[in-house]
């Protein structure tokens, strides 16, 4: 998935919160499950993750270094491509 530039937009990344052209792998969903040992790192890393408006993605952004490959499990949230809001 590319970042989306454009500042109106409600997922909008801004360059220099993200410069790369396209995201790591990341899930997508209302809920996560993740590991203890993951949830220990990322409170340990806290001070130097940085905030991402897109928690999906910024899952995904803090997890990409450790080589974590999220999975997206139909049973549990069936995956719609964005955009998912319709202005009708």
Not at 7 to 27: G, V
Request: hydrophobic share 35%; charged share 25%.
């Amino acid at each position: 998935t590319k970042p989306l530039r454009d500042p109106s937009h409600k997922s909008y990344m801004p360059r220099e919160h993200y410069p790369l052209e396209c995201y790591p792998p990341f899930a997508s969903g209302c809920a996560f499950l993740l590991s203890r040992d993951i949830v220990a790192y990322l409170v340990a890393n806290r001070h130097w993750l940085r905030d991402y408006r897109l928690i999906d993605v910024g899952i995904g952004i803090w997890l990409y270094p450790l080589q974590i490959t999220p999975l997206n499990d139909d049973r549990v949230r069936p995956y719609r491509p964005l955009p998912l809001y319709r202005s009708d």
